[in-house]
């Protein structure tokens, strides 16, 4: 079974820039969430998808970031534009139907460097 | 809101038992996990506990609930090189609501 695919897996851009990170779950998954991971601390969730449809977008800076997911499998997550504090890994995870006690799985990352 | 808490590093020598302990706030959670992060990799999820047991072995791995603290630690036995990682306590999901994750415990192993 494949895992969760993400690209690019590095990118480095300049302040006020644009940048785009792809996300392709496992297939069948319902659920797929975003992350960000700062350097020395934990994964904090960004926006999570059931199907199509947004679950939670709380911690989405709204101003500069945005995601979809058209067609309910792919997602893109998009910063525009981009700040020196956005530097930092963003993980794209996906579960079977987002309920209850199931696995998480966690793609590789793209790592962001903004300068 | 939630909030979970993990000590930054632990050192060890090869051989020995390590323990990493977690402290969580949000008493509704209904799962517990513990994941393992290498350098540039994605999270791998290590073993979780349901928040009605209070033990759960797996080979080596041995992880500890007290409930009534909200305290959780995971025990490595026999540690060896290779477990050196960041080790990321998360809590829940209840409902469907995301994992909430501590800021991670680096454990480095001797030889």
């Known amino acids: 079974e494949a895992g969760v695919a993400q690209s690019p897996r590095y990118k480095i851009i300049e302040k006020r820039q644009s940048v785009a990170f792809w996300c392709n779950p496992i297939s069948g998954h319902a659920t797929l969430y975003w992350y960000q991971q700062i350097l020395g601390q934990g994964p904090k969730l960004l926006i999570q998808?059931?199907?199509?449809?947004?679950?939670?977008d709380s911690q989405l800076p709204k101003d500069r970031f945005s995601a979809e997911r058209l067609k309910g499998v792919d997602s893109t997550l998009k910063i525009q534009p981009a700040k020196l504090e956005d530097s930092a890994v963003y993980l794209c995870?996906?579960?079977?139907?987002?309920?209850?006690?199931?696995?998480?799985?966690f793609g590789p990352g793209t790592r962001l460097l903004v300068l | 809101g939630e909030d979970v808490e993990q000590s930054l590093f632990l050192s060890v020598r090869e051989g020995d038992s390590s323990v990493i302990n977690c402290t969580y706030t949000d008493s509704s959670s209904t799962y517990l996990y513990w994941y393992k992060q290498e350098p540039g990799a994605g999270l791998q999820l290590l073993t979780y506990i349901f928040s009605n047991m209070d033990m759960k072995q797996d080979q080596r791995l041995t992880v500890l609930l007290n409930k009534k603290d909200k305290h959780l630690s995971l025990r490595i036995a026999d540690t060896q090189t290779g477990d050196s990682a960041i080790y990321f306590c998360?809590?829940?999901?209840?409902?469907?609501?995301?994992?909430?994750f501590g800021s991670g415990t680096r454990l480095q192993v001797q030889p």
């Open positions: 998808f059931q199907n199509n449809g947004v679950v939670d």
């Open positions: 995870a996906s579960t079977l139907s987002g309920q209850g006690r199931e696995t998480q799985y």
């Open positions: 998360a809590e829940g999901p209840t409902g469907r609501r995301a994992l909430t």
